[in-house]
């Protein structure tokens, strides 16, 4: 190959690699924040059950979640 080409190889190279970053980028700028949370429960349980009762009146985040 002769250098021009190896040149020509290495712009679109660069010039795709700068357009998947910048695709990157944006898709990260479109995440959504997520806020933490307090407490997390796994499985639906006597011990989750009292824990969710016990847990709504004061406001605190949590979620619950039963595994597949």
Do not use: C, Y
Not at 11 to 38: F, H, I
Not at 54 to 67: I, K, N
């Amino acid at each position: 190959m002769r250098t021009v080409e190896h040149v020509a190889l290495l712009r679109r190279w660069v010039v795709g690699s700068m357009k998947s970053m910048a695709r990157g980028l944006q898709a990260a700028s479109n995440v959504q924040r997520v806020e933490p949370l307090d407490a997390i429960g796994v499985g639906i349980g006597p011990f989750n059950l009292s824990l969710a009762a016990l847990l709504a009146p004061t406001g605190l985040r949590a979620r619950f979640s039963q595994p597949h």
